[in-house]
């Protein structure tokens, strides 16, 4: 068969992993969530006898990024377990593929005396 | 002193259960190589890699029923630039460390080309353990598979990766295979 | 508003670009076999071409306000992501399998044989970085080099050249005379 068509075949677009989209989501969401102005950050100071509100408003910002932390923190570590789950797999396959091209020398070697 | 020695006992008997893990690193080697691959996965990285290896990729899923009963793969292999780079002894090292239940099974002695040893441990009619030793004048490839191998399913692997099979009746089984897939 | 612009609002394009995260997500569907497998071509190792894919999306929508139109799209990830493969490939690890070790294989080739195809990618995986990523284009993405050239920024005969010598190496390797 001609080469080209060996490498269209060899270099056809193959499916992103499952849950793409969803992890790519999930860091779009973040980037957004960064870029939109925080409801505590406002520079127009507040007038006299609001605090209590200011106290609540900061604790809700507090209580938001302790959680925002926990997610994200959680979603970091599934991305490392995943970067570690993805190159675990190469290695199977690359320590497999040379545990059998070994073997595959040592079985032809027999395979010749037989034959002879 | 008495539960100390029943302690001892236990755990010499209970050592032949376990399949061995040969030490395979020797820095010095690792050195001096040009390219060297590494692969060094223990028990829960190999289930974690289980988990990442594609069902529905034919090679993949075989490649995990293979490592599904392993507890270990290690492999060391180092290139070099010039022959007779790498102390030699180094693969005595490694056959020093196998234990009576090691048996060889295959030799390939080659004055120009490879030199390749398999040897098995074999816990009764059970297999527990692979070592490859593969001693090139520029090459130096060591692979420790540590679990119970199941050789059928190893042996097909191979096929699939246009390895040909041993036997001349296992040719014969994958023929009738490929015909019933047609 | 008219029907033609309602239409045109409901692209998903268009509403990506007004800020709808939905709309977002099916351009992420239906482009990331393209973009993961450019860079998984390129790199040969699934992990690192995840990573390249996730980074190009993000600077997607980043730049959605830049984006024209889909075929303007297209180009634009084709780009990045050749891009970003290449800027990548200086921090990358060594290579586990390198050009050479490839032995030879067999011209006569079955028509769909998995060793071939998996030879093939490791031995695109050893050639030179443009090499590599020109061929991805040309034969994953069937562009020509008169396209190829404005994604890489090259002239379009260096397209060529690297094109000519990357099949001239491969032929030589698979012995494909």
Redesign the interface.
């Given at each position: 068969?001609h080469?080209?068509d060996?490498?269209?075949?060899?270099?056809?677009?193959?499916?992103?992993?499952d849950g793409?989209?969803e992890?790519?989501?999930n860091?779009?969401?973040a980037?957004?969530a960064e870029a939109r102005p925080s409801p505590g950050a406002s520079r127009h100071p507040l007038p006299e006898g609001e605090g209590r509100g200011i106290r609540r408003g900061w604790r809700a910002i507090a209580a938001g990024l302790v959680l925002t932390a926990v997610a994200g923190g959680w979603a970091a570590e599934k991305a490392i377990?995943?970067?570690?789950?993805?190159?675990?797999?190469?290695?199977?396959?690359?320590?497999?593929?040379?545990?059998?091209?070994?073997?595959?020398?040592?079985?032809?070697?027999?395979?010749e005396i037989g034959s002879h | 002193m008495r539960k100390f020695a029943i302690l001892i006992f236990l755990a010499a008997l209970a050592a032949p259960l376990h399949a061995q893990r040969l030490n395979l690193d020797f820095p010095s080697i690792a050195e001096r190589a040009s390219e060297s691959?590494d692969?060094t996965?223990d028990g829960p990285?190999?289930r974690?890699?289980a988990?990442?290896?594609d069902k529905s990729d034919h090679?993949?899923q075989q490649?995990r029923d293979?490592?599904k009963s392993l507890t270990g793969?290690y492999?060391h292999?180092y290139e070099f630039e010039h022959e007779g780079e790498y102390d030699r002894s180094v693969v005595e090292k490694v056959r020093a460390q196998l234990g009576p239940s090691w048996k060889s099974?295959?030799t390939?002695r080659s004055r120009v080309k490879?030199n390749?040893d398999?040897y098995l441990d074999m816990r009764g009619e059970n297999i527990a353990g692979?070592l490859?030793i593969?001693a090139e004048p520029r090459e130096l490839?060591l692979?420790n598979?540590v679990g119970p191998i199941d050789l059928d399913r190893?042996a097909s692997?191979?096929g699939e990766?246009g390895?040909?099979h041993?036997s001349k009746g296992e040719r014969e089984k994958d023929k009738e295979k490929e015909r019933k897939h047609e | 508003m008219n029907a033609l612009t309602l239409a045109e609002a409901e692209t998903p394009l268009e509403r990506a670009r007004s800020g709808d995260?939905d709309a977002?997500?099916e351009l992420?569907?239906r482009h990331?076999?393209?973009?993961?497998?450019i860079a998984?071509?390129f790199f040969d190792?699934?992990?690192r071409a995840?990573?390249i894919?996730?980074d190009v999306?993000?600077q997607l929508?980043?730049s959605m306000g830049e984006i024209e139109t889909d075929a303007h799209l297209l180009f634009w990830l084709r780009q990045v992501t050749s891009r970003r493969c290449i800027d990548g490939v200086r921090r990358a690890r060594m290579r586990?399998?390198s050009f050479e070790d490839i032995g030879e294989v067999p011209a006569k080739?079955h028509?769909?044989d998995p060793l071939?195809?998996?030879k093939?990618?490791k031995l695109?995986a050893g050639l030179p970085d443009h090499q590599r990523i020109i061929?991805?284009l040309?034969?994953?993405e069937?562009l020509d080099p008169s396209e190829i050239c404005g994604i890489v920024g090259m002239p379009v005969n260096t397209v060529k050249s690297h094109l000519h010598r990357a099949?001239v190496a491969?032929?030589k390797k698979?012995g494909?005379h």
């Open positions: 068969m080469l080209e060996n490498l269209k075949r060899a270099l056809a677009r193959q499916s992103a992993p793409f989209a992890r790519v989501m860091a779009v969401n980037v957004s377990e995943r970067r570690e789950g993805e190159r675990a797999r190469e290695e199977v396959l690359v320590a497999l593929h040379i545990a059998s091209a070994k073997v595959r020398v040592a079985q032809q070697h027999v395979h | 691959t692969v996965l990285m190999l974690l890699a988990k990442f290896l090679d993949e490649a293979i490592i793969i492999v292999s099974m295959v390939v490879e390749v398999i692979l490859v593969d490839t692979v598979l190893l692997l191979e990766f390895i040909p041993f | 995260h977002f997500a992420v569907e990331e076999g393209m973009v993961f497998s998984l071509h190792d699934r992990a995840e990573e894919a996730q999306f993000l929508y980043r586990l399998v080739t028509a769909a071939l195809d998996r093939l990618q695109i061929v991805t040309r034969y994953q069937d099949l491969l032929r698979l494909d």
